[in-house]
């Protein structure tokens, strides 16, 4: 089956918000053998949006519609998809009722204009709605599906995970598998000089390579008949997966597109390896994402978001003298952070991080950039000196991915020497 | 003019990257009075490509179309639109010779395929690129204009502001100017409500609500002839954003399109309020959010992700009586919590958080979502509790929101009691 997403809303054509439903759809449906030929976009206006809905069902068996679901007067969605296949709008008594439920629920006072979000076309398949007011739908007609999902992507994904992806699941007659290999710590030409001769052999899987800030994933995509059972996908990229990981040995920190914070966690939570953070330049950024994983409270003790010199005396225990004598952003105050976190908490991992972040606070001896993450452990600490470019969102996000990547790597070469 | 942007790349189709070219043209076309109504996403298939151009060629004055400008055979937009249009690709001796130059600065070898990029139709506007290898162009021909600009952003974006803008500029008969007033602590529906007759009578600006993950966006836009004085869009603005100032107050936190975060730290250092976090559930993305802005370390002391209750005694002097009575979670722990990061850090204002984010860890008396953020100062301490639905990540964010919005109006109050 071919597919076109059609998102309607005048703050994508403003330039307000990227269309980032459009891309997590687009990831998630050849999983189950539909491929998406198009994106559009179109405004809050019913005249233009009919244009676009009847192009979409000229040229696409499936159109899935993101946003006007709303209870304003914009929200123009339900209406005219109702009016171009020709559906009445009903109102349903049970999505009310959860509706006020999710009101009382929530401490808010429904309004009139809410009631709206309750009418459906007939006959439709109704996609409840969790996190939000506005249920979607699955509506058959004439040879097409049409879909709709609300814009905010709290609601519409997990409408789209728990109602969308098995319903095309089971009309697949074909399905694509794909496998991720995720990569840190090498850069995206240098790994492809390692697996050249293999990207420039695909057939099936394909291989395609895809560069992140600091990361690079590889896709391996592989395409099955359903119900036949000499195809299986899994074992079909399976050959190609076991020599690529024989290339790139550790610089692969997942098979399963986990990303590094991830991963980092389950190797904590697994080994039941206990964890307290320093932060200065990352101002939290790492706990939050390590806090991020449901259950972290098991090995994540605390961290201190040591930004000044006094937190970093009164909470860790850095010497005034180091500080005094290397600066707040040395290899010695970063070592001390680590240690000094570790006692405190008394865990087994103490993870420091200092650094200049910018725009400013650089010298010439010391750069907005430069970073030092520092690991500790009963046997004693390891600091890595980082010199990172780009903007000091980049430089925080990209030193998180280094601290994750120096525990990882802690973890991992402790469980190989016990074996 | 209306115009419609035309991306291509079977990336985006697959769901890799987000389609925020679109996004970034998008905000920055009505300024020289270009109207966006569409967009459109094709994959590196000259069939599809050619109806989506014929398409856009139909309902559009201005095209403009991004990636697919590349040296390999994947891409085929300047082929695509050569045909399209009835003209014929001619090579550029003088592109030829820059792409010569950029090779040889970057240190690489330029391959036969590059040849290919130097091939442009006939009588188009040449857009240069510094950046990069392909270049770009415009096209008139019959009463429509043909952009064709790289995929990659950093290629993408300084050709449009060169030479995409001041053509737009010196064209247009009319511009528009935005203005987005944002709203937290107040629905989208309870706000409409509250501004309906504004909204049922706009022309000129026209107000559009816009509803994002906790908060809502009101975006007014004006419509003015260029080269008229007696036009202002500002001035048509002013009155209707007074009116809805007058009516929302200060639900509205910024009028500059700022985040609650940014609004925040502004007014923590305009006014030189320090600060200190203790933080539970939220992990350290309170105060990773804050340190986001540049300088903030002249307010920011320190953070204490307190995840044990260990955390909880040490470092921030909280009860373990009220620990085992009341429970980490709970009105009583947050006033502690928040009184004592003030007293360690001895900052103006000590903000706290602790809650059940999921999705474990909930029971009947304490569900999931239920948070409590408490901030003190030297007059006392307010708790706030809360009652949040949403996945982990969602009731996390905000909850951010709702300890920025504290912060925010207690300085407000504090503020408007001193004049």
């Known amino acids: 089956m071919d597919a076109e997403i059609l998102a309607v809303g005048t703050e994508l054509l403003m330039g307000q ?7 997590y759809i687009s990831s998630r449906l050849p999983s189950v053998g539909v491929n998406v030929y198009y994106h559009s976009v179109v405004g809050d206006n019913a005249g233009r949006l009919r244009k676009c ?6 040229r696409s068996d499936v159109v899935i519609m993101t946003g006007g679901l709303g209870p304003t007067k914009d929200d123009l969605t339900k209406e005219t998809v109702a009016d171009v296949l020709g559906l009445k709008l009903i ?8 509706m006020k439920a999710y009101f009382s629920r929530t401490n808010r006072k429904m309004t009139d204009n809410n009631i709206k979000q309750a009418y459906l076309p007939e006959n439709c398949i109704v996609i409840n709605n969790d996190n939000g007011t506005a249920p979607g739908c699955i509506i058959e007609k004439d040879d097409k599906v049409v879909i709709m999902l609300p814009g905010p992507p709290s609601e ?11 319903y095309f699941a089971s009309k697949s007659q074909y399905k694509l598998a794909s496998k991720f290999l995720r990569i840190f710590g090498i850069g995206e030409s240098a790994m492809e000089e390692l697996i050249m001769d293999l990207v420039e052999n695909q057939s099936n899987p394909t291989i395609a390579p895809y560069a992140k800030e600091g990361e690079v994933t ?64 990352t101002g939290g950024l790492i706990s939050s994402r390590l806090t991020d ?16 010199n006094e937190a970093k005396i009164e909470n860790l225990g850095v010497k005034r003298e180091t500080l005094e004598k290397y600066g707040a952003v040395s290899r010695e105050t ?13 865990t087994d991992l103490g ?56 525990i990882r790597r802690r973890i991992l070469e402790w469980k190989e020497n016990w074996q």
Chains 1, 2 share one sequence.
């Open 17 to 23: 918000i990227a269309n980032t439903n459009a891309q």
């Open 53 to 58: 809905l009847n192009i979409a069902l000229e």
């Open 91 to 98: 109102l349903h008594e049970d999505i009310l009722d959860k």
């Open 156 to 166: 519409m994904k997990p409408m789209f995970e728990d109602t969308v992806i098995p």
């Open 218 to 281: 590889l896709r391996l995509t592989a395409r099955c008949k359903t119900g036949d059972n000499v195809c299986d996908a899994e074992e079909i990229i399976k050959p190609v997966e076991e020599e690529i990981k024989r290339r790139l040995g550790d610089y692969i920190y997942s098979t399963d597109n986990k990303n590094l914070e991830e991963v980092t966690a389950e190797l904590l939570l697994q080994n039941n390896v206990t964890i307290a953070t320093a932060e200065s330049c």
């Open 293 to 308: 994983i449901p259950g972290i409270s098991k090995v994540f003790n605390r961290g201190i978001v040591s930004y000044s």
């Open 334 to 346: 970063a070592r001390e952070m680590a240690e000094g976190i570790r006692n405190v908490a008394g």
């Open 351 to 406: 993870l420091a991080v200092t650094g200049i972040a910018g725009p400013g606070g650089g010298t010439a001896e010391k750069p907005v950039g430069l970073v030092y993450v520092a690991l500790a452990d009963k046997f004693g600490v390891k600091v890595k000196e980082l010199r990172l470019t780009g903007d000091r969102g980049k430089i925080r996000r990209i030193t998180c991915l280094h601290a994750f990547d120096m």
